[in-house]
């Protein structure tokens, strides 16, 4: 897994005020983003008789944007450097004017706080140092109207927690846009025939999102992946698959059927740049390639090539949010809404057959590779067995985040829940994990009233104000529950 980056550019606006405060919040502030993961800052530069812009930035007086003409040179580096998102600051008071220029030009999300007031000056006249409260509206006030998409974090001094927390948050929500806003998606063969529950509309991906859906056939793909036969690539990726779990009941003509495929889909991701993928896993890959490939997406999604289960194009879509509001720090693990626990109504079984990366395994010492068959592997091994190829295992403990985009006549709506995952003593097939939630009731309820399937994207962690902050700027419904 490698983490993921985006790339910010600040506008600290500036007026009339005090400059040694204002270049202090400027420099603060600056301070703060270098902690924050993910975030790579650009910035316009001080003017100085020894400094040149051989390094391709920008300049202005003191570092700041004051005027309109420094606000267009500083929106062209932007765009050249291509930013990812804006944060906006009024130092003083602020030039709304120049601040909101540079936001129009970008149309990108922008993060829009104010900094505390400190005493007031000790001269005769008693003025006050900053003005970045009342600066504040000015500035929001002309985005609103320019219908610029915004988030309002917060008024603090830089070196206050709650900063660096609410510029993480957004850095994490400008990771989910970016990935949204153009995405390669690709689809491998079609739906299983009883499932239009995973139809999509790919014109509604088009129009809201600018992605386009990368169609591949079925049999292609087979037939490039059988064509591999023994390649030192494919005996090494058998040795890989073997290694990776700490027993295995399948057969040798497995692991080699299951390496080719494996690298068939890879090469199909690289060539096409993907984002996300979803591919028939039944009834015909069986038939053609005999194998069950559910360990396959798993191993694919723990390398950072997301892959849903079923065809479902738009279940990989959320693994795709999961996965950028996590910064790539962690691997979703594409699940069914399964069953309510027998005994605690506010328990469910987020299960799947057997397609979670072994990284989210509870206890990697107890991690199988086993047949559908036979999920305890105490059968024989089959040499030809359409059903081996699933991960058996219980997923680690801890905070949840639960994600599902649905669309209905273009008009999009993304799920957000969160729950714990309760370790079991149990013994249960596939990849799976019992999930407390507050309130499974309204939880279950939402799911039908609102037409979420049921399919999901799990994920460790609590990414709720990141994601909530990704549907503002994606025009996408947040359905909460908490």
Partial sequence: MKSLNVRIGFVPSYRFGDLPWCQKMRDDSLSVFAEVKGMETL???????DENSSD????????????????????????????????LCPLDFGDERSACKIAEKLRVPVLLYATKEPEAKKDPGLGRKSDSYCGNLAMASGLYRRKILFHYAGIFFPEEPEFQDAVQTFVRAVA???????????????????????????????????????????????????????????????????KSFSETSVSDIYLRHAAQLEHALTKFWEENNLSGMAMQCWPSVQRMMGICVCSVFGRLTSKGMLTACETDLLGVLAMLVNYRAAMGETVPHFVDWTIQHRENPDRFLAWHCGNAPVCLARDPQKTALRSFRDMTGELPIEEQDPSAGLARFQLRPGRVIFCRLVEYDYKWKMLIATGEIIPSDEELAGTWAW??????????????????????????GDQTKSLLQACKFLDIEPVLVE
């Fill in 43 to 49: 910035v316009p530069v001080p003017l100085s008789s």
């Fill in 56 to 87: 391709g930035g920008v300049h202005t007086p003191n570092g700041m944007v004051s005027t309109l003409d420094q606000a267009e040179l500083v929106a062209d580096y932007f765009h050249q450097k291509k930013v990812d998102g804006l944060i």
């Fill in 176 to 242: 989910v846009t970016k990935g949204m806003k153009g995405a390669y998606l690709g689809q491998v063969g079609v739906r299983p025939p009883t499932f239009e529950t995973v139809g999509y509309n790919e014109a509604a991906l088009i129009h809201s999102f600018g992605q386009n859906v990368i169609y591949v056939n079925m049999a292609d793909i087979i037939d490039e992946a059988k064509g591999y036969g023994d390649a030192p690539v494919i005996l090494e990726k058998m040795a890989d698959i073997r």
């Fill in 435 to 460: 999930v407390q939630v507050p309130d499974h009731e309204r939880l279950y309820r939402t799911l039908i009233e609102e037409g979420f399937i049921h399919h999901a994207s799990m994920i460790h």
